[in-house]
T-cell receptor, first 112, second 113 residues
Framework: QKEVEQNSGPLSVPEGAIASLNCTYSDRGSQSFFWYRQYSGKSPELIMFIYSNGDKEDGRFTAQLNKASQYVSLLIRDSQPSDSATYLCAVNGGQGAQKLVFGQGTRLTINP | EAQVTQNPRYLITVTGKKLTVTCSQNMNHEYMSWYRQDPGLGLRQIYYSMNVEVTDKGDVPEGYKVSRKEKRNFPLILESPSPNQTSLYFC????????????FGPGTRLTVL
């Protein structure tokens, strides 16, 4: 059984600080990695994806991937109260096959 | 407007009463998938479909059926629902090679008494 593990939190971060969310995965053959944001009662929304080792930046968000350590993270700079949500890490082991395996999610709260 | 729709959005039913949750997308996507979400367990894939008449099991298929007779529709069928199928269900779709553009439906909250 392929596994994706996240710290369920809750993670509490002051407004303006950097929020760091972490995810580990068990399938060494995994090829693509995703971060979704989910507000309470809403559907998941894709915010970042990364395929290669290293960092990928998009606005205030940075995804980091280390395949050797089987670790992917999401950094949110200048955290805003609107960033308060559950963040889901997802991993896909096959190109195009889209058998996404999700972690349990980390609940993030940004305190004004 | 490009969207994935699910119906019903909320359903309370009783054990053993067959039900269908519909999912429809208007983006001509080949790939469609059903997930359930339970507290502390994240999203778990139930079934997925790569195209019409092509379906495959996800990680938690027991107790569920699906069909893909048309490209736009992917209904989830619970032939004999049980209380352990009480959950929040999401349908999703995308082009088969665009996993970075997966659209989720609004969710269906199902309670089985």
């Amino acid at each position: 059984q392929k596994e994706v593990e996240q710290n369920s939190g809750p993670l509490s971060v002051p407004e303006g600080a950097i929020a760091s969310l972490n995810c580990t995965y068990s399938d060494r053959g995994s090829q693509s990695f995703f971060w979704y944001r989910q507000y309470s009662g809403k559907s998941p929304e894709l915010i970042m994806f990364i395929y290669s080792n290293g960092d990928k930046e998009d606005g205030r968000f940075t995804a980091q991937l280390n395949k050797a350590s089987q670790y992917v993270s999401l950094l949110i700079r200048d955290s805003q109260p609107s960033d308060s949500a559950t963040y889901l890490c997802a991993v896909n082991g096959g190109q195009g096959a889209q058998k996404l395996v999700f972690g349990q999610g980390t609940r993030l709260t940004i305190n004004p | 407007e490009a969207q994935v729709t699910q119906n019903p959005r909320y359903l309370i039913t009783v054990t053993g009463k067959k039900l269908t949750v519909t999912c429809s997308q208007n983006m001509n996507h080949e790939y469609m998938s059903w997930y359930r979400q339970d507290p502390g367990l994240g999203l778990r894939q139930i079934y997925y479909s790569m195209n019409v008449e092509v379906t495959d099991k996800g990680d938690v298929p027991e107790g569920y059926k699906v069909s893909r007779k048309e490209k736009r529709n992917f209904p989830l069928i619970l032939e004999s629902p049980s209380p352990n199928q009480t959950s929040l269900y999401f349908c999703a779709s995308s082009f088969w090679d665009r996993e970075d553009e997966q659209f989720f439906g609004p969710g269906t909250r199902l309670t089985v008494l």
